[in-house]
Each structure stands twice: as C-alpha cells, then as structure tokens.
C-alpha cells in the first residue's frame, strides 16, 4: 500500500521490504516473544483486540481512502462488508448447515490397528461420506480382519478397504480426496500432506514423537515402585509371561534394540534390557539419566523401553519439554494444585492427562489429537463428525423486506441510517430518516 494513502498519523510510515534474513529474524523474534508467555495472558489479549477496534473506529477515514485508492469502493459499500458487522440482513434467519465432505480417506496405524481404523471411520461415516480405509500392512492380520468384516457388515458401495503396502498407498493418495485422515509416523506424515497439497485436500495428521511424563518428587512414591510393579506384572521373568506383547516385526525390533544398544546408554539400564529375537520380545527396560543426545532422547520408541531423565527443579523438566517438538500428549503426576497450572499453562501438547496417562485419549467429549510436529487436527466423539463435516453457513429471507440503502446510489441519509443501523444507535436511526 501506498504510504500517502494510509496515513493516520500525518506521519511517514516507512514501507519495509525485508530481506531473507530479516524475515527469519521477524520468524525467530515472534517465536521469542510467544515462548516468553506474553501472549497468552488475558489482559494482553484484551489489549489487543481493543487495538483493532481502535484501528477500525479512529482510522474509518484512512481505511475508506484506502479501499477507494485500491478497490474504488464507495463508503457505504466499505463501511458495510470491511468495517463493520452486518445487522442489515434483518429480517432474516441464520443457520449452520453440518453437510458432508464428500469420499474421505483413512490411513490407520499397526499399534493400534482395530481402533484407529474403526475410530476414525465411524466419524466419516456418521458425518455422511463415503469412506475408503487403507489398514496398515504391518499389522496383516488385523488388516485382513478389517477387509473381511467391513466387506461383510458395511455397504461395500461406499465404503472400501485396500490393503497393501507402499505400492498402493502411494496409488491411493495420487487420487483427490475431500479429506484423508493419517496416524503414523512424521515421515510419512509429510509425504501424505505433499501428496494432499496437490488437490487442496484437507488432512488430519495424527503424527508420534515422544510423550514426556513428569513426575514431581514430592508425591509419596516408592523407590523401587518401577522394578516391584513390573514384577507383578510379568513376573521375575518378563520373557516368560504370556502377558508381555511382542515386537510388531524383526524390522521393529532390530529399530528398538538398537536404541538400547546405543553406546550413550552404556552401564545406565537399571531394569530389564533383555530381548529374545526369535520370538520378538524385549523386556520391559529403563534407562536412568539417558544422555539428551543419545538415539532413545531424539527417536520415537515403541517399544518397552522408558527414558528417565532427573532435574535439579521440576519447572526445568518444562524448559527440556518445550525444547523439542510438541507432543502427541504430556503427563504430569503431583498433588501440587499451583504445578499442575503451571503445567497445564507452560507446556504445549496435543493433551494432557494429570495423575494419569493416555486414558484422556478414552474420553469421549475430549478431542484427540497433535499440535506442531505431533500432528494437525483432531477427532474422537462429535470432534469426529465435526472433522469430517463442513460448516456450511445458511441465511435465509424472504422477499418482503429489502432495505434500499444497500444499493447505490449512497446518498448522505442513506450513510448515516447505514451508520445508525449497523451501530446499534437507536436514536440515530429516527434522525437520519427524518433527515433523509
């Protein structure tokens, strides 16, 4: 915009042009000042919604000069779609409109291969679309158990399971989609969103990464809690038990053993470390004060194998938190009400669960889902009908009312009942229609 143009101030305002190293700076700068928590107060938040609505109410004039320099709009027309919300409509109903998207696309993961398929479609298919489900071909089982049943139960006309692998996937997102919901991994996370850019698909990513758990020394925890429990869970021999699940498949597990065999983590397992490949089981294994550079710090797990790291304060475990990418989830155990705030406040996660983990992801009226590199968007209960809805906004009238003073020409009178009108002022609105 021309600086002759909008100028409130009757003072110069230079046009910036930054480089590319200034708008990195302009990048790294915002995100210090977020961190800092400045902008999640309320008081700044009100501040700043008073701001624009200071812009919009002392500037009218310089905003309507600009919309006439660049749009040749005339004041009414500005005043009415630019600067002010509309009560014009009256008469009038207005409604939102839940419709369908149209033939969505569901790519579910192997650790929880039955839920997260089913979840997600039942949403879709509640929403009114037309469902295609891809399982994963890690979990061939559970995959082919889907393609069976959904074949059997559910109109095969509108909603399809394709099995396969990469070959098929990869046909699959060549397709247009109204909206493909993915749970995996940030890898392919990125491809299925790339692949969706193409046709301006909308996506839901439920991505991984790591889960922090933050446990507050002050509750009444028991030294050797870990080692007893997991005792009478599987017994002196976790390798034995009959109630320890195995790896997915040798590629996991020669994934995970090798977090474990990392030399960072050497002489730091305190319980568990064994593993038997042959039938794809490790035990389950914790590692004390493993180094924040070693894999198992940067990697995702999935696996039996649980990271603890110590900290001289606890509100240190936040600043470690934030550090990295944010969660899928965080956990917080403590009796303390002000930490529990403070943790609610300072630490950014897809959820949270307070004295307890992952059960948040069981509650119906919760939604579920990433933020940042845990994902984007979210589901579960009506969240899921939502997901898969679009919000179409409806106003309906009738023809016996049509107030004039939205068309041209826009004389004085009509601006100023326009004014009136939109601005709730009930003894303007009787001035300028005696003055008209």
């Not at 995959?143 to 399971?161: F, H, N, R, T």
């Not at 996506?203 to 922090?212: D, H, N, R, S, T």
Request: with cysteine.
């Amino acid at each position: 915009m021309d600086v002759s143009v909008f100028n409130p101030t009757a003072v110069p305002v230079p046009v910036v042009h930054p480089t590319a190293q200034g708008v990195e700076r302009v990048s790294q700068d915002l995100r210090s000042v977020y961190r800092s928590g400045k902008t999640k107060t309320f008081d700044w938040r009100v501040s700043q919604l008073k701001a624009l609505l200071k812009i919009t109410t002392r500037h009218e004039k310089d905003i309507f000069e600009a919309l006439r320099s660049d749009l040749n709009k005339s004041e009414n027309d500005a005043y009415l779609h630019e600067v002010e919300t509309s009560m014009i409509n009256f008469p009038s109903s207005a409604e939102i409109v839940s419709e369908p998207l149209g033939v969505v696309l569901v790519i579910s993961p192997w650790n929880y291969p039955f839920v997260l398929s089913l979840d997600p479609v039942v949403g879709a298919i509640a929403a009114g679309n037309a469902v295609v489900l891809k399982p994963s071909e890690v979990s061939p089982a559970t995959s082919s158990l889907l393609s069976i049943l959904l074949g059997e139960y559910m109109d095969p006309s509108a909603v399809k399971v394709v099995e396969g692998g990469v070959p098929e996937t990869t046909a699959l997102l060549e397709q247009k989609w109204d909206k493909i919901l993915y749970t995996g991994n940030s890898n392919v996370g990125r491809i299925i969103l790339t692949a969706a850019a193409k046709h301006l698909t909308p996506v839901v990513l439920e991505l991984g990464g790591k889960c922090p758990v933050v446990v507050d020394s002050n509750i009444d925890l028991k030294i050797d809690a870990l080692s007893s429990e997991l005792e009478n869970f599987y017994g002196k021999d976790p390798m034995q038990s009959k109630d320890l699940s195995r790896i997915i498949n040798s590629r996991h597990f020669d994934r995970v053993t090798k977090l474990l065999d990392d030399k960072k983590n050497s002489g730091k397992v305190v319980i568990g470390g064994q593993w038997d490949r042959a039938n794809l089981k490790i035990a389950p294994t914790v590692i004390l004060d493993a180094p924040e550079d070693s894999l198992i710090m940067n990697e995702e797990i999935f696996g039996p194998l649980l990271p603890i790291v110590t900290v001289d304060k606890i509100e240190d475990s936040f600043g470690l938190i934030n550090s990295k990418g944010k969660p899928l989830a965080a956990y917080l155990f403590t009796n303390d009400k002000k930490l529990k705030e403070e943790f609610i406040r300072n630490v950014s996660s897809g959820g949270m669960a307070i004295n307890d983990t992952v059960m948040h992801i069981t509650e119906p009226t919760l939604p579920f889902g990433g933020v940042g590199e845990s994902g984007m968007g979210a589901y579960h209960g009506k969240f899921s009908f939502d997901t898969f809805s679009h919000k179409k906004a409806v106003l309906q009238r009738g023809f016996a009312v049509d107030a004039d003073i939205r068309y041209p020409p826009f004389t004085p009178g009509k601006v100023k009942l326009m004014r009136a009108l939109l601005t709730g002022d009930i003894l303007g609105i009787p001035r300028a229609l005696i003055g008209w």
